[in-house]
């Protein structure tokens, strides 16, 4: 069994580009989230992915966007990067479901935006 | 909305000494509340959720619902505990279960 994996570990980007950040689900699970942590803040919900359909969102813009591959693996998007988007970018993977399933969180992608 | 508050970004400790780690929320269902750590280096991790009112590490965290707290606590402080300690509310959207963070406490224990 194999933990959540995130690619690349970090990247610079400037400002008005777009960025794409990959995510490989542990085995055996079929939902996805993705957060966002700004320096000295927790982890804020970005969107969640379940059987490739997005089915929650957090208070973010359309600007940030995803995809959930039948594999289960993701991909977050984000277009016209603002300074602001330079965070950690972490993914987590369970069991989708009504109920609360454990997330297991990938070692995060690190994005600097300048 | 949920609110995760955790009032201290740092708490500082010799080993062997009790640990309180606070956490207040406010949420108007029924909370789910978890503490999540990271080590040094490593990623984040379930260190424990209250339905299980299992005892991880040493640690305990009790819901308190009249004081909205889910605060952790360790009688005695090892060097190893030191580590970054996020408190967090699950809530169920009505298609998605998200985490909602607080701002977390780094843990230092000294000798």
């Known amino acids: 069994e194999t933990g959540v994996t995130q690619s690349p570990t970090h990247l610079i980007k400037t400002r008005g580009q777009q960025v794409t950040l990959r995510c490989s689900s542990q085995?055996?699970?079929?939902?996805v989230s993705w957060y966002q942590q700004a320096l000295g803040q927790g982890p804020q919900f970005i969107f969640q992915?379940?059987?490739?359909?997005?089915?929650g969102r957090g208070n973010f813009p359309p600007r940030f966007s995803g995809l959930q591959f039948p594999n289960y693996s993701s991909e977050l998007n984000v277009n016209a990067l603002e300074l602001d988007d330079s965070a950690l970018y972490l993914c987590?993977?369970?069991?989708?479901?009504?109920?609360?399933?454990?997330?297991?969180f990938g070692p995060g992608t690190r994005l600097t935006v300048l | 909305a949920q609110r995760v508050t955790q009032p201290e970004k740092l708490l500082s400790v010799f080993k062997g000494a009790p640990v309180e780690l606070k956490c207040n929320y406010s949420y108007s269902g029924s909370p789910e509340l978890f503490w999540y750590v990271q080590y040094s280096r490593q990623r984040l991790q379930l260190l424990l959720r209250?339905?299980s009112r299992e005892s991880i590490k040493g640690f305990t965290a009790d819901l308190n619902k009249g004081e909205t707290s889910f605060h952790l606590k360790k009688p005695f402080a090892q060097e190893e505990d030191s580590a970054m300690y996020y408190c967090?509310?699950?809530?169920?959207?009505?298609?998605?279960?998200?985490?909602?963070f607080g701002t977390g406490t780094r843990l230092q224990v000294t000798l």
């Open positions: 085995s055996g699970h079929n939902t």
């Open positions: 209250h339905i």
């Open positions: 992915y379940y059987r490739e359909e997005e089915n």
């Open positions: 967090a509310l699950s809530a169920y959207t009505g298609t998605a279960s998200k985490l909602t």
């Open positions: 987590a993977s369970s069991l989708g479901g009504r109920t609360y399933n454990e997330q297991f």
